[in-house]
């Protein structure tokens, strides 16, 4: 549902400009993930699940956009199935590059990223008041909170499609 709903959220990019809703769906992705480390029931993992696909699923959708305003037709095709590709590379990494490393079986010795993650998970129930569980499973959405660092990066690196602004400008009467 979250994957569907991210095509509606996709249409404020019309309206408010492609950098500015990557900037939304980086932090809202990152928010949501990292909230999930801290439910305390169902329903509220659920909840933050869908905010999470929500702002990931636009967040792809813009990158793609992005890259189709912004390439030359020339080069349009390879730079989308880079960025295709790179999902795709994103997803291995997760799933044998960091989840071992973070979701440990019971008994097995620690390592830095666990003991961040941990860490994380920790501190954020003791700030919120709540039961401090040691579930290793909170650690992994602990972890996704890092990506809200990017924001800085974008922040100041990212600027706006030529596409986007041309049609802002009035220069085509296209729509963005």
């Known amino acids: 549902v979250g994957v ?13 400009g ?6 939304i769906t980086v932090v809202g992705f990152a928010v949501a993930n990292g909230a999930t480390a801290f439910v305390t029931d169902k ?5 933050w699940q869908f905010l ?10 813009l990158a793609v956009i992005m890259a189709g305003e912004e390439f030359p037709a020339r080069y349009r095709g390879r730079a989308i199935a880079i960025l295709t590709s790179l999902a795709t590379v994103g997803v ?5 590059g960091v989840q071992p490393y973070v979701l440990l079986p019971e008994g ?14 920790a501190t954020g129930q003791a700030l919120l008041g709540l039961e401090q569980d040691g579930e290793t499973w909170r650690a992994l959405y602990a972890l996704g ?3 809200l660092v990017l924001i800085l990066v974008l922040r100041v690196a990212m600027r706006e499609t030529r596409r986007f602004e041309a049609v802002q400008q009035g ?3 296209a729509t963005p």
Do not use: C, I
């Open 18 to 23: 492609r950098r500015t809703m990557m900037m």
């Open 145 to 147: 909170l890092l990506p």
């Open 52 to 61: 999470s696909r929500l702002f990931l699923t636009a967040e792809y959708s």
């Open 43 to 47: 329903t509220q993992f659920m909840l």
């Open 171 to 173: 220069r085509d009467g």
């Open 4 to 16: 569907w709903a991210s095509f509606l959220f996709m249409l404020y990019a019309d309206r408010f």
């Open 108 to 121: 097995a010795e620690g390592n830095w990223l666990h003991d961040a993650g941990a860490w994380m998970v």
């Open 92 to 96: 291995m990494v997760m799933a044998k």
